[in-house]
């Protein structure tokens, strides 16, 4: 069921949870088989320090080049792995996907994981023809602090104290499209409607990522925060959000969306009805699965697919 609404397009596939089975669930569709093989796997895209930065690349079986999501893994910014990859069933819709590895916080502060997202765009545009991938139909995708580092690669192509350095500087670190699940875009207001479970101050997430409390460096606060580059040249960008979302308000997806359109660019939103944080719904559903590959095919479609 669809409807609109002053936040833009909205899905409602289906309830909370239960143990009985409802119609709903046969619209459950089951993950990537394990056998699943990638086309590379534990390729060093940069290197650090004692760390070597790793990505895996699946790529669909087609004589043909495919669009790309590099996606990025949740985990608070502190913990997490591109072995977690909750969008490999792209693969079936035609798309590849690139799981990629970031450096964590605290040990390594914010912008070291934005630096890190560049790279890897830029290292997969360099190495796009060798991997039959199109070059110029590169998607950020993430979940969580993830999706965090995907807003901010969105918005913040051409900025260069955020770029970082590295190979391939040649190659550009826009990317063509955003999808965001559910992520943290305005860190001066995130704690508002959260779970009182989730630590605050210097111990809550966000804290750890910029080695400061929120409130006790607002400027900084806000330069980490995506609301504070949306611009009217920004690609498209597709929400995901659960309804009872207690760790990241939707308020937060809610107040990106909105300024997205403000500025008159590309932005839908779906509101999972019943979900919260994430979970096997929020991934699985098949009419959500179908959105999100529409919305990439659609936005990387060259002039001629179009027509």
């Known amino acids: 069921m669809r409807f609109r609404s002053l936040f833009g397009d909205y ?3 289906f309830g909370a949870p239960s143990r009985k089975r409802s119609r709903s669930d046969h619209h459950l569709l089951k993950s990537v088989p394990h056998d699943h093989q990638a086309l590379h796997r534990n390729l060093a895209y940069a290197q650090h320090p004692g760390e070597e930065l790793l990505l895996d690349v699946y790529r669909p079986d087609t004589d043909t080049p495919v669009p790309a999501a590099i996606y990025f893994h ?3 910014w502190r913990a997490g792995s591109k072995d977690h990859c909750a969008v490999r069933w792209l693969v079936r819709y035609g798309i590849a996907v690139v799981a990629v590895n970031y450096r964590l916080a605290p ?3 914010f912008p070291s994981q ?4 560049k790279a890897a765009v830029r290292f997969v545009r360099a190495h796009a023809a060798e991997w039959g991938l199109a070059p110029e139909a590169v998607v950020a995708a993430g979940a969580s602090s993830g999706a965090h580092l995907a807003c901010l690669l969105g918005l913040t192509a051409g900025n260069r104290a955020l770029e970082g350095g ?10 063509d499209a955003v999808v965001n699940y559910f992520a943290p875009t305005d860190f ?3 704690q508002k409607g959260r779970s009182e479970q989730v630590a605050s101050g210097p111990d809550a997430p966000e804290a750890q990522l910029l080695g400061h409390a929120i409130l006790e460096n607002p400027t900084r606060s806000r330069w980490a925060s995506p609301l504070t580059y949306v611009h009217s040249d920004a690609p498209p960008f597709l929400h995901i959000h659960g309804e009872h979302d207690d760790l990241t308000p939707l308020e937060q997806t809610r107040n990106l969306h909105n300024a997205l359109e403000t500025a008159g660019t590309t932005s839908k939103m779906l509101l999972v009805r019943g979900a919260g944080h994430g979970g096997r719904r929020m991934f699985d559903h098949r009419p959500i699965r179908d959105r999100v590959a529409s919305f990439i095919q659609r936005h990387t479609a060259t002039d001629d697919a179009l027509t």
């Open 188 to 190: 001066m207001t995130l």
């Open 11 to 13: 899905v409602v596939p």
């Open 74 to 76: 949740g985990g608070g």
């Open 107 to 109: 040990r390594h502060l």
């Open 166 to 175: 590295g190979d391939y500087v040649d190659q550009s670190s826009a990317v």
């Open 114 to 117: 934005l630096h890190d997202a």
